[in-house]
Structure formats: C-alpha cells, structure tokens
C-alpha cells in the first residue's frame, strides 16, 4: 500500500486521463477517465421521476439530462422534487446492457468528496503507463514460479493463479501479484480468486492469513478459501476497471493508446505519419486528430496496416 510520500500523476491525454499513483518511483495503482464519464463523489442537481411508494430508492434526471438511480430518499419525496444527489458509482457498460449510475440524495447540501490530488504532468516517464496497460490489456502478471490471468465475467472479475509450484507454494507465491493487480487494474464489486485446490486446512488458513496481511490496508470484504482454493472479495465498485474496459471497448482503449503513442514520438519533421491496424481507423476521431496535431505542431497522416496488432501501434515524424 502507499506510504504517506505517494502522490497521485495526471496524465492528460486525448480522449482519456490517466492517473498513476507513485511511491519512490513504483507504481502502486492506476485509473482512466473519459470524458463525460460522471465521477465518484461529484454532487449534481437532479429531479426525482420515479419512486415506489415507500421506498427510498427511485430514478432521477440528473442537469444534463442522464437518468441515475438514487438511494436513501427523504421519506416524504415524490415524483418531481428537485434537489442533490452525490454520485457513488459511474454508469457501467456490458454486453446488451448498460448499468445506470448509482448516486445518494443529498440531504443538506454537502460539497464534493475530496477526489485524487495528483501533480499534473504532461506525460509520465517512459514506460510507466506502458507496464500497466499491457498488463491490462493482456489481463496477466508474472511472478517467479508463475502467472495470474484475470478475466471479465457479468458477475464478477476473476483471477486465476497458474504456475509448477507446489499448491501451496503457488498460492502463497501469487498474494503480491494478486494484490498489484486489485490496484493497478482499478478492481472493485466481486472479484473471485481461484487458487490451487489446498486439502489440508492448515494450509488454506496460511492462504488466508497472507491474503489478510496483505490486503489489510484494503477496504474490502472476504471469505476464507473453501476447500477448492475460491476466494470471494467484495469491494467498492466506483468506475469501470481497466480489465472491463478493454472486455466492453478493446478497440477504444487501443485506439486512444495509439494516439499516445503518436504524441510521443521523436524526430524533425512536419509530418506525423500514425500506423495502425484497420479496426482502429475508425474510432480516431476527428477532434482527437485534431488534438493530435495541435499538440504536436505537425500535420497527421494515417497509415492503416492489418499485420499490426491492435494493442501495437507505431508512429513516426517524417521529414518530407
């Protein structure tokens, strides 16, 4: 966990910030917004329209116009009253389906909750962002004797631990890695980590025991390991996680990467030429490119090439 010397780096990027939570030069956690993406602790004026009587949850209109669920309603509320909510949890896409924001009403007022302070840079160093998306991106983590691999589920997000170590070895190997990827992927909800099957009780309670040191300074709820090797943690869900957006938008992810990627290359010339597969051409948007160029003083030319991977793109400056 961050110790009080770690500080929170912005990252502005085009389509997306990005944040990087440092100590001593380690990375310990990350997180992306996009534009017009509600945030967790924002306070908006809002218009109850629906509300079961006697309930204390309900939907309301929030000033922009997006619907929101609401919870820990006034008693006396009823379709119509205007007022304040605070937002607890960004809107969340899956597969056929959109997850409303979740919001509280606000009774007196209040102001924001405080949100992450961080240095505001133009870029971060060289390959601090590019370790995390990767990760992300591929959903795993290496360590000595083995790998996590995490995946997007309806339900929840799970992490498998994968490795030749002894069952036990491999399960308390893989607690360190387990807990960079709750912080570096943004995790929250259910999360279920799938370790190696532990027969002797002992062993799993020396599972539960690191896992508990561990993630002590955590918030989070957690159930000891049955006898198949599943844990259950379950912890504030604010935003997406990187894991779930590049499970619901691999392709933007990828496509605001490359636009990094463009804004970081090097050389002298006037033109950026910005090579990318297919698929990523069309989610360039022409504001982005518009940015890109702004930023970067060149005009920008877009090369398509099918043999590159998605998650690889390249730019170069050209001199003519």
């Given amino acids: 966990m961050p110790s009080p010397n770690s500080e929170w780096l912005v990252e502005e990027g ?11 030069g380690e990375i310990i956690a990350a997180k992306i917004q996009w534009p017009g993406e509600l945030t967790a602790g924002e306070v908006h004026k ?12 309900g939907t309301v209109t929030l000033e922009n116009g997006r619907e929101a669920l609401v919870e820990q309603l006034p008693r006396e509320a009823t379709e119509g009253l205007t007022g304040q909510v605070r937002i607890t949890r960004a809107a969340i896409a899956e597969r056929g389906r959109l997850k409303l924001p979740q919001t509280r009403w606000v009774r007196d007022g209040g102001g924001e909750e405080p949100a992450d302070h961080g240095s505001s840079m133009h870029r971060f160093d060289t390959g601090a962002w590019e370790e995390v998306w990767h990760a992300a991106s591929s959903g795993a983590i290496p360590f000595a004797g083995g790998q996590i691999l995490c995946a997007v589920t309806p339900g929840m997000t799970v992490v498998d631990v994968d490795g030749d170590l002894s069952p036990r070895e491999l399960a ?13 992927f943004d995790l929250g909800g259910n999360i279920g ?8 009780k002992v062993d ?7 896992l508990a040191e561990t993630l002590e300074d955590w918030p989070h709820e957690r159930t000891a390991m049955n006898g198949f090797g599943f844990v259950q943690i379950v912890a ?12 619901i938008s691999r392709t933007g992810m990828c496509a605001r990467f490359a636009l990094r990627v463009a804004e970081r290359a090097e050389g002298i010339g006037p033109t950026l030429l910005l090579s990318v597969h297919p698929a990523l051409k069309a989610k360039l948007k ?8 702004r930023r970067t003083g060149r005009e920008v030319r877009i090369e398509t090439n099918p043999a590159l991977a998605l998650e690889a793109p390249s730019a170069q400056i050209l001199s003519q």
């Fill in 286 to 293: 022409p504001e982005w490119l518009d940015e890109l160029a």
């Fill in 14 to 24: 085009i389509g997306e910030t990005r944040k990087l939570l440092t100590d001593a």
């Fill in 236 to 247: 504030r869900l604010e935003r997406p996680s990187l894991l779930h957006r590049f499970a």
């Fill in 204 to 210: 799993r309670r020396a599972v539960d025991a690191a």
């Fill in 46 to 57: 809002a218009q109850l329209s629906h509300k079961a009587s006697g309930a204390k949850r």
């Fill in 193 to 200: 980590i799938d370790f190696p099957s532990l027969e002797a």
């Fill in 172 to 184: 308390l190997a893989a607690i360190p890695t387990i807990a960079k990827a709750l912080h570096w």
